[in-house]
């Protein structure tokens, strides 16, 4: 990871000058138009490393992401036994151990989500105990229904978050595991990438209310199809699915951009009324994060498609909307920024589980939208924001240890010149290179 940026430290931009550090935020002076290309999915690349440990041989990502998020799932990886060479910027050669094993001086886990839930799972099948920890913060990630489901395959867990250490023991006959997944659709991704491996396969039900970021999960389910793994889903319930035992097969792949990240530049266009080009945006993706097309157009932006880009160009004006974000909850942040900006009221609706994410993202966006005198209801699934699109005053914004706070901070200051953050570097999550990439894009 390059120790510059995403350091806390002044970014020197390409495009203008040093326009973005930990205290300051860029200022668009002008229509934000320009073209960005940006780094791979978080999302894909963990699942892919994850399946690349359990598959029968070895296989080859690239585009993978390097980021915070990412060098710790790397790390957690090569710590219960997994050979991962960096062949190149984004190529990762990955070479499964034949038996892995425990990690007893623990395996950190950050803030990272993915490392947290999709890491255990693959612990259970060592022969001996590892230790998991994180940032302080991890302490209040929900980890219950994960932690539960490995108890009903067999393995002994002392707590219900992290630390933890979880000792592998005989796994159970024919399981079949039932968890309450509302919290996180993580905890069911986390026990299908297994269920493969496991001596009988695996049949998983989750219970309780609808499971959030659907489309994370059907992700899963995809990349483990496209290794070979047989995967029944139950037609008579949606939230059950019967993981076939059997191998894992090796599988090159190249992972697809971020388009959770790419929201926030082209948030720079539609609040701008410029015009912002993503390169590389696939034709077809289950990444929820594509849903960023759908909220701005919405709110009065025109969206076009090349043949491997979409630009997003801003209206006079944004329009408050009404939007159920549940299936794309990361985006909660950056269309709070944009329903700030809009004319009319914005409801953002089914994000309730994000009070679990790295910091509780509601009450924070209620903090902050207050600072600068939006008017903001926070109710227990989303917020209600009246937007204030000639407020012009600087504010100084929190960003939680959140990376997605800091995207919020990033639009909400294109607007509001002197509008500062406590904390970029925690941008380095899962995007680096964000404050070079702004850097570039607003000053040009």
Not at 53 to 61: K, R, V, W
Not at 86 to 112: K, M, S, Y
Not at 248 to 253: A, F, G, T, V
Request: with cysteine.
């Amino acid at each position: 990871m390059p120790s510059d940026e995403g350091s806390g430290r002044r970014q020197e931009g390409t495009a203008g000058g040093d326009v973005l550090t930990a205290d300051s935020l860029a200022t668009a002076a002008t229509a934000v138009r320009g073209n960005v290309e940006v780094p791979g999915s978080k999302s894909e690349t963990n699942r892919a490393l994850v399946l690349s440990a359990l598959a029968s041989g070895p296989s080859t990502l690239t585009g993978a992401l390097k980021s915070r998020d990412c060098t710790l799932m790397v790390n957690a990886l090569r710590a219960l036994g997994t050979v991962i060479e960096e062949l190149g910027p984004g190529e990762l050669r990955i070479t499964p151990p034949e038996q892995f094993h425990g990690a007893p001086d623990g395996i950190n886990c950050g803030l990272a989500g993915t490392v947290m839930r999709f890491v255990p799972p693959m612990a259970a099948l060592a022969a001996t105990p590892t230790l998991f920890f994180g940032d302080p913060q991890a302490t209040n990630r929900p980890m219950s229904g994960l932690l539960d489901g490995l108890r009903q395959l067999g393995a002994r867990i002392e707590g219900d978050s992290l630390p933890f250490v979880l000792s592998p023991g005989p796994f159970v006959n024919n399981p079949d595991v039932t968890v309450d997944s509302s919290a996180s659709s993580q905890f069911l991704s986390g026990l299908l990438l297994v269920g493969a491996r496991l001596p009988s396969g695996l049949r998983l039900r989750h219970i309780g209310e609808s499971v959030p970021s659907r489309p994370h999960l059907e992700m899963t389910l995809a990349m483990l199809r496209s290794r070979g793994v047989l995967v029944d889903d139950d037609e008579a319930d949606a939230f059950s699915w019967r993981v076939h035992a059997g191998p894992i097969m090796p599988l090159d792949l190249r992972v697809e951009p971020d388009l959770t990240n790419a929201a926030v530049f082209l948030a720079a266009g539609a609040v701008t009324g410029g015009s912002v080009t993503v390169s590389g945006w696939p034709e077809s993706t289950l990444q929820p994060g594509e849903q960023i097309l759908n909220v701005v157009e919405r709110m009065g932006c025109t969206t076009a498609r090349g043949p491997e880009s979409v630009t997003v160009t801003g209206p006079d004006r944004l329009q408050g909307i009404d939007i159920d974000l549940h299936s794309a909850s990361e985006l909660t942040p950056v269309v709070a920024a944009l329903a700030a900006q809009a004319e009319g009221t914005t409801r953002i609706r089914g994000v309730a589980h994000i009070r679990g994410h790295e910091t509780d993202r509601l009450t924070a966006l209620r903090n902050e939208l207050q600072k600068m005198d939006v008017t903001v209801i926070e109710h227990d699934d989303g917020l209600e924001i009246a937007g204030r699109p000639e407020a012009r005053t600087p504010v100084a914004l929190s960003s939680y240890a959140d990376h997605r706070m800091v995207h919020f901070a990033a639009v909400i200051a294109l607007t509001r010149p002197g509008t500062t953050v406590d904390d970029v570097s925690c941008v380095s999550k899962t995007m680096p290179d964000f404050p070079k990439l702004w850097n570039c894009l607003v000053a040009a």
